[in-house]
């Protein structure tokens, strides 16, 4: 049961513009939700995260919108840039006892054009 | 340099065969988890350990074991490989909850099994 889906596996945009990744979950006792990156022959890299009683985290160029009656996060990157070509993991958490384990999605690859 | 290091960084052996993974946390932190991700697949959790012990459990198969030692570094062992275990299997560290700051990951161990 994927928990964690991310439809798109790949997305292009040109430079300078908006680039929106999307992610949707499915477990409502989720707490934190994630946004990793990953470059080719690196581990994945924490980016940018969101605790669910929030809707909006900023940072910098990269904004994570949470839609919790949706079930339904977003990363929006503005302005994209070409160094911002990767694959982008959304994860989510649910603590446990002693325990904070993600769970991820099967990431999208941005691909932003100069 | 994410401060996680795992070795070795490729890995190539034959069916049936068993091999060690390991992984070094970042200095001072006590979680150490695994992860999986086989082809066009998100990261698949396996296990956690926390200052020695298990925390959690994943989707880890019966045939793959690990341990955390007092020096805090970790070991995946994975037996009787078949073809299907090839993944890039991860490492990640952490203080120990972290919620919404994240793992910091190694950047991997490529096993192939032919």
């Known amino acids: 049961d994927q928990q964690v889906k991310q439809n798109s596996p790949s997305l292009s945009v040109q430079e300078g513009r908006i680039s929106i990744l999307n992610c949707d979950y499915t477990?409502?006792?989720?707490?934190?939700f994630l946004w990793y990156k990953k470059y080719p022959a690196e581990g994945p890299t924490f980016l940018i995260s969101i605790s669910s009683i929030k809707d909006k985290n900023e940072d910098g160029r990269f904004t994570v919108f949470l839609n919790k009656s949706a079930k339904h996060l977003s990363l929006h990157i503005v302005p994209s840039q070409p160094g911002d070509s990767a694959v982008y993991f959304c994860a989510a958490s649910r603590r446990g006892p002693g325990t904070y384990k993600y769970i991820f999605g099967t990431g999208t690859r941005l691909k932003v054009l100069a | 340099d994410s401060g996680v290091t795992q070795t070795p960084k490729h890995l190539i052996t034959a069916t049936g065969q068993r091999v060690t993974l390991r992984c070094s946390p970042r200095s001072g932190d006590l979680s150490v988890y695994w992860y999986q991700q086989s082809l066009d697949q998100g990261l698949q959790f396996l296990i956690q350990y926390y200052n020695g012990e298990e925390r959690a459990k994943g989707n880890i198969l019966e045939r793959f074991s690990a341990q955390q030692f007092p020096d805090l570094h970790s070991e995946l062992n994975l037996s009787s490989l078949e073809l299907g275990d090839s993944a890039l299997y991860f490492c990640?560290?952490?203080?120990?909850?972290?919620?919404?700051?994240?793992?910091?990951f190694g950047s991997g161990t490529r096993l192939t099994v032919v």
């Open positions: 477990n409502s006792m989720f707490d934190y």
């Open positions: 990640a560290s952490s203080v120990g909850g972290t919620g919404g700051y994240g793992y910091t």
